[in-house]
């Protein structure tokens, strides 16, 4: 008789469940690896943050995630306009825009100068 890792078993239902991960525009999406897909899977439900991790490298998966799927790359994006995306991604959970939005700052996810914020890494021009 072989017994089930009941974690096995909870990571299978899991999967069914919740595979359907949605950004906060309601797309469709499929991580790219089994890691990547389990820290969206604890964190992001229905296009939603229920929290950000404490762990920096599962923080790090989910700010990707809602940088790739909030901000288009050479974008410029004021203030008001970040935070309205990011409330979109904190409703409904303990995240919290403000903290979210410190968070993709200070990991270098976006940058700013003079209250407008951009993809980091990227040539940004006015949209």
Not at 49 to 72: N, Y
Not at 88 to 100: F, I, Q
Request: charged share 30%.
């Amino acid at each position: 008789m072989t017994t089930q890792d009941p974690q096995d078993s909870q990571n299978h239902q899991d999967t069914h469940n919740t595979r359907d991960t949605r950004n906060a525009g309601g797309e469709r999406e499929t991580p790219a690896d089994p890691h990547t897909e389990a820290v969206l899977r604890a964190f992001v439900q229905d296009g939603r943050l229920t929290r950000l991790p404490a762990k920096r490298g599962k923080r790090i998966v989910v700010l990707e995630h809602v940088t790739a799927h909030s901000f288009r790359e050479g974008a410029t994006y004021g203030e008001p306009e970040v935070n309205e995306i990011l409330q979109r991604w904190c409703e409904g959970g303990a995240a919290d825009h403000a903290a979210l939005r410190r968070e993709l700052v200070n990991e270098r996810l976006l940058d700013r100068k003079d209250g407008a914020y951009w993809r980091s890494g990227v040539v940004t021009t006015q949209r």
